[in-house]
C-alpha cells in the first residue's frame, strides 16, 4: 500500500501540509462522495501552514479503486 504523497502546496510552494482526516465526529460538515446507498468515501482535508489553501483529498487507495468502479470510463 503506497503512501500518497502530497507534494508542495500548489499555491505557494510549502511544504508545510497537514492531512485532518474527516470523521464522523469532528463536529464539522464531513464532505465525501456516495458511491452506493450505504458507503460513502470520506474526503482528508488537506491543509497548506504557510497560505491556508485547503484542498480535499482522498487518502485510501481502497476508496480510489471503488470511484474507479464506479466512474471511471468502462472497459
Ligand atoms: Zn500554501
Known amino acids: 500500500m503506497g503512501e500518497i504523497n502530497f507534494g508542495l502546496c500548489p ?3 510549502s511544504a508545510e ?3 485532518v482526516p474527516s470523521s464522523m465526529n469532528d463536529g464539522f460538515n464531513r464532505s465525501g ?3 452506493s446507498a450505504l458507503r460513502v468515501i470520506p474526503f482528508s482535508r488537506v491543509i497548506c501552514l504557510q497560505c ?4 480535499e483529498w482522498i ?3 481502497v476508496h ?3 470511484l474507479r468502479k464506479k466512474f471511471g470510463p468502462k472497459r
Not at 491556508?52 to 484542498?55: I, K, S
Open 33 to 35: 462522495i456516495a458511491v
Open 64 to 66: 480510489l479503486d471503488l
Open 52 to 55: 491556508g489553501l485547503v484542498r
Open 59 to 61: 487518502t485510501d487507495r
Open 17 to 19: 501540509i497537514v492531512c
Open 11 to 13: 499555491h505557494c510552494g
